[in-house]
């Protein structure tokens, strides 16, 4: 296999052809990328955890620094200012050398607001890109240049297609979220509270709970039920039934998005449906390729949520094709299949269709699906799909025209638990489909 720095650099290659376009397209000289600033709370001294810009941690791994800067003109080196200031009240991370610095120009930044002194003057066909507009029109950087929209659909679209370099991150990711989810199965197993369940993870992945790419879900029993849950309990609930952790990691500023559902009893009804869930969310998979619509996959996965409801009886007296048509297995999987992944969590331009952001909308019966592109080589992208047991959503259907296909009984015996969702993450190759979580054998 290629070494990181060999891949980076055709990686730099790639993204330098890409910002030539981005240049010729929207008639500019080169993009300013910011890396971003820290938001002070209001009515305090302290900042919130900064988050960098996307955008900036495409080009340069450099994703815990802000006040960073890079010029890109798509001919020359990146150039990198790198914010160094002397500082004895923080932490001040040294200027970068790494396996990435050679094929980027590094130079020290002492002050935050010194960087309009070393900008070239000309700016007037400069394109900022980045969070703080305010800070574009100090460096003299016209309204119509700040995230033009011509650049931003540009660059999106093709942050869909993953360079070698971005798939290896990415791969690396998932070792970092697969030794977490073992660490927290094993921490569920031992009669572990949600927090301290999280702690366990974190502590498998070496994130603090603000490095990781979201806040992690930890769901005990009917909390699994609540799709973002975050609350995390101090104390375990009495009796042990259920347990869905999504939680991710991130390496180099690239994320993994990896769910899982364990029972606490085996041979449970709870227990079988979990691992027909997992039987069906694998044989989606083993469906995919290049070429199809996620949209088509999502529909697929609907279908395979009616054969479940028929399967376990929770549904009654209508064919599998009724329960889609009618939208019966909307209640049970409210969200969709699954969305684009990569610098984000749910990475961008999952609706756009060309490189200049034409957008196709989710399907009106499913406006959470967050992908309608065409799957293609280099993207990467979860396959999470779900059953729940949800009052809010259920209810409506307890008094309509279906009811009496309902077995209610049956829902009311699974609400304990909860629900089940089960997430792989996927890339997209020209013959054959790459299962990045599943080839590190998560259960």
Same mark, same amino acid.
């Given at each position: 296999?290629?070494?990181?720095?060999?891949?980076?650099?055709?990686?730099?290659?790639?993204?330098?052809?890409?910002?030539?376009?981005?240049?010729?397209?929207?008639?500019?000289?080169?993009?300013?990328?910011?890396?971003?600033?820290?938001?002070?709370?209001?009515?305090?001294?302290?900042?919130?955890?900064?988050?960098?810009?996307?955008? /900036?941690?495409?080009?340069?791994?450099?994703?815990?620094?802000?006040?960073?800067?890079?010029?890109?003109?798509?001919?020359?080196?990146?150039?990198?200012?790198?914010?160094?200031?002397?500082?004895?009240?923080?932490?001040?991370?040294?200027?970068?050398?790494?396996?990435?610095?050679?094929?980027?120009?590094?130079?020290?930044?002492?002050?935050?607001?010194?960087?309009?002194?070393?900008?070239?003057?000309?700016? @007037?066909?400069?394109?900022?890109?980045?969070?703080?507009?305010?800070?574009?029109?100090?460096?003299?950087?016209?309204?119509?240049?700040?995230?033009?929209?011509? +650049?931003?659909?540009?660059?999106?679209?093709?942050?869909?297609?993953?360079?070698?370099?971005?798939?290896?991150?990415?791969?690396?990711?998932?070792?970092?979220?697969?030794?977490?989810?073992?660490?927290?199965?094993?921490?569920?197993?031992?009669?572990?509270?949600?927090?301290?369940?999280?702690? +366990?993870?974190?502590?498998?992945?070496?994130?603090?709970?603000?490095?990781?790419?979201?806040?992690?879900?930890?769901?005990?029993?009917?909390?699994?039920?609540?799709?973002?849950?975050?609350?995390?309990?101090?104390?375990?609930?009495?009796?042990?039934?259920?347990?869905?952790?999504?939680?991710?990691?991130?390496?180099?500023?690239?994320?993994?998005?990896?769910?899982?559902?364990?029972?606490?009893?085996?041979?449970?009804?709870?227990?079988?449906?979990?691992?027909?869930?997992?039987?069906? =969310?694998? +044989?989606?998979?083993?469906?995919?390729?290049?070429?199809?619509?996620?949209?088509?996959?999502?529909?697929?996965?609907?279908?395979?949520?009616?054969?479940?409801?028929?399967?376990?009886?929770?549904?009654?007296?209508?064919?599998?094709?009724?329960?889609?048509? =009618?939208?019966?297995?909307?209640? /049970?999987?409210?969200?969709?299949?699954?969305?684009?992944?990569?610098?984000?969590?749910? @990475?961008? +331009?999952?609706?756009?269709? @060309?490189?200049?952001?034409?957008?196709?909308?989710?399907?009106?019966?499913?406006?959470?699906?967050?992908?309608?592109?065409?799957?293609?080589?280099?993207?990467?992208?979860?396959?999470?799909?779900?059953?729940?047991?949800?009052?809010?959503?259920?209810?409506?259907?307890? =008094?309509?025209?279906?009811?009496?296909?309902?077995?209610?009984?049956?829902?009311?015996?699974?609400?304990?638990?909860?629900?089940?969702?089960?997430?792989?993450?996927?890339?997209?190759?020209?013959?054959?489909?790459?299962?990045?979580?599943? @080839?590190?054998?998560?259960?």
């Amino acid at each position: 296999m290629d070494s990181l720095k060999e891949l980076y650099r055709t990686h730099i290659n790639t993204l330098q052809q890409r910002a030539q376009q981005v240049l010729a397209r929207c008639k500019l000289d080169a993009m300013l990328i910011h890396s971003g600033e820290l938001l002070t709370v209001f009515l305090d001294d302290h900042s919130y955890p900064f988050k960098v810009n996307p955008q /900036f941690k495409a080009w340069v791994p450099v994703t815990q620094v802000p006040n960073c800067w890079l010029w890109i003109d798509g001919v020359n080196k990146p150039k990198l200012w790198f914010y160094s200031p002397v500082d004895y009240w923080h932490n001040v991370e040294p200027l970068p050398q790494s396996f990435w610095t050679d094929e980027v120009e590094v130079t020290g930044l002492k002050n935050a607001d010194d960087i309009g002194q070393l900008l070239p003057t000309q700016r @007037d066909k400069v394109a900022y890109i980045g969070p703080t507009p305010s800070r574009a029109a100090q460096l003299g950087i016209g309204a119509d240049k700040v995230n033009p929209q011509a +650049a931003i659909d540009y660059l999106h679209y093709y942050r869909s297609y993953k360079t070698g370099y971005e798939l290896a991150c990415m791969r690396e990711a998932q070792k970092l979220a697969v030794a977490g989810h073992r660490a927290a199965k094993e921490a569920f197993f031992s009669g572990l509270s949600e927090f301290d369940i999280n702690i +366990a993870y974190l502590s498998a992945t070496g994130h603090r709970d603000i490095d990781v790419p979201y806040g992690n879900i930890i769901a005990l029993n009917e909390h699994a039920a609540v799709l973002h849950y975050t609350k995390l309990d101090h104390q375990p609930p009495a009796k042990r039934r259920s347990f869905l952790i999504d939680a991710g990691a991130e390496y180099l500023g690239y994320a993994a998005d990896l769910t899982r559902s364990y029972a606490a009893q085996s041979g449970s009804l709870y227990a079988q449906l979990v691992e027909a869930m997992n039987s069906e =969310e694998l +044989a989606l998979i083993d469906t995919l390729k290049a070429g199809m619509r996620y949209t088509d996959y999502h529909l697929q996965m609907h279908q395979r949520i009616a054969k479940l409801l028929l399967k376990f009886e929770l549904v009654q007296g209508l064919s599998e094709e009724a329960l889609v048509a =009618e939208d019966i297995t909307g209640p /049970f999987m409210p969200h969709g299949l699954g969305h684009p992944l990569g610098l984000q969590v749910h @990475d961008v +331009a999952g609706f756009m269709q @060309d490189d200049r952001g034409t957008h196709l909308a989710a399907p009106a019966q499913y406006p959470y699906l967050r992908c309608t592109r065409v799957l293609e080589p280099g993207m990467v992208l979860t396959i999470e799909p779900g059953i729940y047991f949800i009052d809010s959503l259920l209810a409506p259907w307890r =008094e309509g025209k279906f009811s009496q296909y309902f077995n209610w009984q049956a829902i009311e015996a699974l609400k304990p638990y909860g629900g089940v969702r089960i997430e792989d993450n996927v890339a997209i190759h020209a013959n054959r489909i790459e299962n990045m979580t599943r @080839d590190l054998h998560l259960a």
